[in-house]
């Protein structure tokens, strides 16, 4: 048997080694995740540290070696929060690329509606439920028994596989993502970020978060004349956003699975009490864009009808501030090398066809790619983010899109990895 022979025979023993280590763990896998989800890491508030402390335990318990890199606490203040620390784990085989395998462990809050109890990791029928438990600490899991799959493979890898542990994706990965390339803590050659099982991700939104502030005057109720009511310029700016979204709905980007613009108004307080004309309306509003738009133009267009439209009030005040703005993720030249890979793969064991697509939420993923890294999202999860129930009561991960996604992610990293990367 010549070279390349013996090389195919040892890579088909790899990938059966994979397969055989990631069955004979299912069941320590699934601890692995219920015990994150099992943490509250709600963002807001941003109180991060119990989840990251928790998870650099289950990895150091197995045999891991984490790197804790603490956000300085002006930094985490900054970006709304109220603690960060960022977890990275490197192997490296031999010379080569580095891939690294990125996930984020906080967690919108729960709300109401649930059926199970979000922290309780509770599974029924083989599907475990709870906050976080699709996005994104599933991902937690499918990464890391990813890269203990390669460590026992005996596969002659060349390059170094990392991990990315983060905790701000709610708030933007300003202080995650952003803050490890920022201070040259790593600097891979690949990026696999969280996403979903049945597709890779190319291409999703960016967002822009505004705060608008209507101030007025207050005045007696019983003599509105004599005040300036912020509530009724609030509610002429809100119709004018609302008349923006229907206009939005009939913009579809090219690239599929990506849709139209949208437009959200998600937060609103104001008044001082039901007899008293409101001299102060302030509302967040959440602007989805599709990577057609250019995100400088989109802020500056969106800031002028909402002035435009308070200005048309006496005595009204109107302020605008940016909370997030947040770059679309587009294909970029690099991600066919993770596309194939990972495609190859996904389309054996996932038994169905997993194309590359785009979503129309925004991720961290858009720092790696802006930085110049190609980057692909994949990783555990269903076929949609309406089927997770991602951001909603009774959160869901099917634990067999958790286990399929785990082989399909080592199984591409070997490919990755391989003699043939040399």
């Known amino acids: 048997?010549?070279?390349?022979?013996?090389?195919?025979?040892?890579?088909?023993?790899?990938?059966?080694?994979?397969?055989?280590?990631?069955?004979?763990?299912?069941?320590?896998?699934?601890?692995?995740?219920?015990?994150?989800?099992?943490?509250?890491?709600?963002?807001?508030?941003?109180?991060?540290?119990?989840i990251a402390d928790a998870a650099a335990r289950l990895l150091e318990g197995l045999g891991l070696e984490v790197e804790r890199h603490a956000v300085p606490h002006d930094?985490?203040?900054?970006?709304?929060?109220?603690?960060?620390?960022?977890?990275?784990?490197?192997?490296?085989?031999?010379?080569?690329?580095?891939?690294?395998?990125?996930?984020?462990?906080?967690?919108?809050?729960?709300?109401?509606?649930?059926?199970?109890?979000?922290?309780?990791?509770?599974?029924?029928?083989?599907?475990?439920?709870?906050?976080?438990?699709?996005?994104?600490?599933?991902?937690?899991?499918?990464?890391?028994?990813?890269?203990?799959?390669?460590?026992?493979?005996?596969?002659?890898?060349?390059?170094?596989?990392?991990?990315?542990?983060?905790?701000?994706?709610?708030?933007?990965?300003?202080?995650g993502p952003g803050y490890l390339i920022e201070q040259n803590i790593s600097k891979p050659d690949f990026v696999i970020s969280a996403g979903f099982a049945y597709g890779i991700v190319t291409a999703h939104n960016g967002c822009l978060h505004l705060e608008v502030e209507i101030a007025g005057r207050s005045a007696h109720a019983a003599i509105p004349s004599s005040g300036a009511d912020a509530l009724e310029a609030a509610t002429g700016v809100l119709a004018q956003l609302y008349s923006l979204r229907r206009e939005l709905a009939q913009m579809t980007s090219k690239t599929a699975g990506i849709g139209s613009p949208q437009l959200t108004v998600g937060?609103?307080?104001?008044?001082?009490?039901?007899n008293v004309v409101p001299d102060r309306v302030v509302f967040r509003l959440d602007r989805r864009?599709?990577?057609e738009e250019v995100p400088s133009i989109v802020e500056r267009d969106l800031r002028q009808r909402i002035e435009t439209a308070a200005a048309t009030y006496e005595g009204i005040r109107c302020n605008v501030r940016r909370i997030l703005l947040a770059q679309p993720f587009t294909p970029a030249p690099g991600q066919d090398r993770l596309v194939a890979a990972i495609q190859t793969h996904a389309n054996r064991i996932m038994g169905a066809s997993v194309e590359p697509h785009g979503v129309p939420i925004y991720t961290d993923a858009r720092l790696y790619s802006s930085a110049g890294i190609p980057t692909v999202l994949y990783g555990a999860g269903p076929r949609t983010l309406l089927e997770a129930n991602g951001h909603r009561a009774d959160e869901r991960l099917v634990l067999e899109d958790l286990y399929n996604a785990t082989e399909v992610v080592a199984v591409a990293l070997a490919d990755l990895l391989g003699p043939e990367t040399r």
């Not at 922290?119 to 438990?133: E, K, N």
């Open 1 to 50: 048997m010549g070279k390349a022979g013996a090389e195919a025979v040892g890579v088909e023993q790899g990938r059966r080694s994979i397969h055989a280590f990631l069955r004979e763990r299912r069941e320590q896998q699934t601890r692995f995740l219920a015990a994150l989800v099992g943490v509250p890491s709600d963002n807001p508030p941003g109180d991060c540290q119990p």
């Open 75 to 175: 930094r985490v203040t900054a970006n709304g929060m109220i603690s960060a620390t960022n977890l990275v784990v490197r192997h490296r085989f031999g010379p080569g690329p580095t891939i690294a395998l990125n996930s984020h462990g906080d967690v919108v809050p729960p709300g109401a509606g649930w059926t199970h109890p979000p922290y309780a990791a509770a599974i029924v029928d083989g599907v475990m439920y709870g906050r976080g438990v699709a996005v994104s600490k599933s991902d937690f899991a499918t990464y890391t028994y990813a890269l203990l799959a390669l460590q026992q493979s005996g596969l002659p890898l060349a390059g170094a596989v990392e991990l990315h542990f983060t905790f701000d994706e709610e708030a933007g990965g300003l202080i």
């Open 267 to 274: 937060l609103i307080s104001g008044g001082i009490n039901t």
């Open 289 to 291: 864009i599709i990577p």
